[in-house]
Nanobody, 112 residues
């Protein structure tokens, strides 16, 4: 059974940093495409970034490019999202997903 569990969210001031984690199980993590998606209050889902193990390439939404970095630790079956220079508009629930499988999400609030 595929399971994804996010952690690392919280309250941070504008300009601050957070690192989200997504612990994965139930599939071959090292050969999977993984994605981060977020949903801001009252808004729809927004794609944030994706990593494709087949090519080793990572892609980012323009809104986070240069500030967010996605990485993986295959030994720990864990996906990370390092978020720097956070802005109020980054406030959202962040989800990791693999295909049709989603984690439960972790809340990130950027506020002074």
């Amino acid at each position: 059974e595929v399971q994804l569990e996010e952690s690392g969210g919280g309250l941070v001031q504008p300009g601050g940093s957070l690192r989200l984690s997504c612990a994965a199980s139930g599939f071959t993590f090292s050969s999977s495409a993984m994605t981060w998606v977020r949903q801001a209050p009252g808004k729809g889902l927004e794609w944030v970034s994706s990593f494709y193990s087949s090519t080793g390439n990572t892609y980012y939404a323009d809104s986070v490019k240069g500030r967010f970095t996605m990485s993986t630790d295959n030994a720990k079956n864990t996906l990370y999202l390092q978020m720097n220079s956070l802005k109020s508009e980054d406030t959202a629930v962040y989800y990791c997903k693999k295909g049709a499988y989603w984690g439960q999400g972790t809340q990130v609030t950027v506020s002074s």
